[in-house]
């Protein structure tokens, strides 16, 4: 099955320092990639919709000067959290879709996520 | 624009007890409704896809779904519950032509011995 992989898994960071996180599809290619966000015990907020070649779709209230993301290629995509602070700290996760011929709204693939700490 | 209430944000059941897991959707058209998995500190797994197909579907590890559209319900169950059951819960929407997916607050699954 279509697997999504996510790098780091976890990441500690100093208050000021920007952090990577990699989002890859491993075996399918993904035109669009979607970036959420987890704070403890709550559901996943979409951030911001990332699209190959192309500027990301934020979404309202996520600053994208601070949440930078790149979309190089078919298979990734990086979200870049630029001057972390603590408030910053949460758990990341990316999801793609795979394509599949004849059906319409395939579900999402999700990565395993990354937890940032922000000290 | 959708939504989904997913009530009660703790469910404790026996091993062996029947799982009901509540969903309810918003939607000003027919959604593509799904259920996803979470375990701790991972991303999501998927369960189960509704998409306007059979009204009721079945996903893996024993769980089903049924969509009632007269009560916007598409609630979860499985038959018995076992131990590795014990994880967050999240029922989501899309809608034709939205990619994304909303998702409800998620509901957290306690098997008891």
């Known amino acids: 099955g279509a697997v999504v992989s996510q790098h780091p898994s976890w990441v500690i960071c100093k208050s000021g320092t920007s952090v990577k996180i990699e989002c890859r599809s491993l075996?399918?290619?993904?035109?669009?990639m979607f970036w959420y966000r987890q704070f403890p015990k709550q559901s996943l907020m979409l951030m911001a919709t990332s699209n190959e070649g192309s500027k990301a779709t934020y979404e309202q209230g996520v600053e994208k000067d601070k949440f930078l993301i790149n979309h190089a290629s078919l298979t990734l995509s990086t979200l870049t959290v630029t001057s972390a602070h603590p408030e910053d700290s949460s758990f990341y996760i990316c999801?793609?879709?795979?394509?599949?011929?004849?059906?319409?709204?395939?579900?999402?693939?999700f990565g395993n996520g990354t937890r940032l700490t922000v000290t | 624009a959708q939504s989904v209430t997913q009530l009660g944000s703790h469910v404790s059941v026996s091993e062996g007890a029947l799982v009901l897991l509540r969903c309810n959707y918003s939607?000003?058209?027919?959604?593509?409704l799904f259920w996803y998995v979470q375990y701790p500190n991972q991303g999501l797994q998927l369960l189960l896809k509704y998409t306007s197909a059979a009204t009721l579907v079945k996903g893996i590890n024993g769980f089903e779904a049924e969509f009632k559209k007269s009560e916007t319900s598409f609630h979860l169950t499985k038959p018995s519950a076992h131990m590795s059951d014990a994880a967050e819960y999240f029922c989501?929407?899309?809608?034709?032509?939205?990619?994304?997916?909303?998702f409800g607050s998620g509901t957290r699954l306690q098997v008891q011995p």
């Open positions: 999801s793609a879709r795979a394509q599949e011929l004849g059906v319409y709204n395939s579900p999402l693939h």
């Open positions: 989501a929407v899309s809608l034709t032509g939205r990619r994304a997916l909303t």
């Open positions: 075996d399918f290619q993904a035109t669009t």
């Open positions: 939607s000003s058209v027919p959604p593509y």
